[in-house]
Antibody, heavy 118, light 110 residues
Framework: EVQLVESGGGLIQPGGSLRLSCAASGFTVSSNYMSWVRQAPGKGLEWVSVIYSGGGTYYADSVKGRFTISRDNSKNTLFLQMNSLRAEDTAVYYC????????????WGQGTLVTVSS | QTVVTQEPSFSVSPGGTVTLTCGLSSGSVSTDYYPSWYQQTPGQAPRTLIYSTNTRSSGVPDRFSGSILGNKAALTITGAQADDESDYYCMLYMGSGIWVFGGGTKLTVL
């Protein structure tokens, strides 16, 4: 069974850094396309970043240069390093597998809340 | 910058049929955009309904179907039920490794 469990969210001051983790089970992270999607309170879904099985990484303009997606194959875990955090980064962050990928069904984690506030 | 457009809200009667659409502020949606659809109820994580335009995820009732209608992607619910009342989001592949969600449609069943 595919499972994705996010952790690492919390309250952080503007300008600070936070690293989110997504522990995967039931499949191999490095063999799939792994994404982060966020949802600000009361707002819609926003695609944030993806890491391809081949290692290529891509980012939404809103986070480019501040966020870094990576994975640890030995731990079967996906990460999102978030630097220079802003109030507008406040959101629930979801980890997902194969989101939007041709011929593959997308799986979602339950999300972790990040609050950027002084 | 191209925006992915969805109806902000829609209403359907129980047992009725509704079609939600997913378009572009500039241009037409085709299968090359790999449209996918997601359902989200309040306080819950999203759930994948449709991927690759028209493929239903496992466990999704066959009253949900995806297609291209004209210049938009479409999600049709045939025989709507009360528990279909949710937010629905489409997502499109914009090229160069970038995906974009639509703003979502709040569906009311009454």
């Amino acid at each position: 069974e595919v499972q994705l469990v996010e952790s690492g969210g919390g309250l952080i001051q503007p300008g600070g850094s936070l690293r989110l983790s997504c522990a995967a089970s039931g499949f191999t992270v490095s063999s799939n396309y792994m994404s982060w999607v966020r949802q600000a309170p009361g707002k819609g879904l926003e695609w944030v970043s993806v890491i391809y099985s081949g290692g290529g990484t891509y980012y939404a303009d809103s986070v480019k240069g501040r966020f870094t997606i990576s994975r640890d194959n030995s731990k079967n875990t996906l990460f999102l390093q978030m630097n220079s955090l802003r109030a507008e980064d406040t959101a629930v962050y979801y980890c997902a597998r194969d989101l939007g990928i041709a011929g593959r069904v997308g799986y979602w984690g339950q999300g972790t809340l990040v609050t950027v506030s002084s | 910058q191209t925006v992915v457009t969805q109806e902000p809200s829609f209403s359907v009667s129980p047992g009725g049929t509704v079609t939600l659409t997913c378009g572009l502020s500039s241009g037409s949606v085709s299968t090359d955009y790999y449209p996918s659809w997601y359902q989200q109820t309040p306080g819950q994580a999203p759930r994948t309904l449709i991927y690759s335009t028209n493929t239903r995820s496992s466990g999704v009732p066959d009253r949900f179907s995806g297609s291209i209608l004209g210049n938009k992607a479409a999600l049709t619910i045939t025989g709507a039920q009360a528990d279909d009342e949710s937010d629905y989001y489409c997502m499109l592949y914009m090229g160069s490794g970038i995906w974009v969600f639509g703003g979502g449609t709040k569906l009311t069943v009454l």
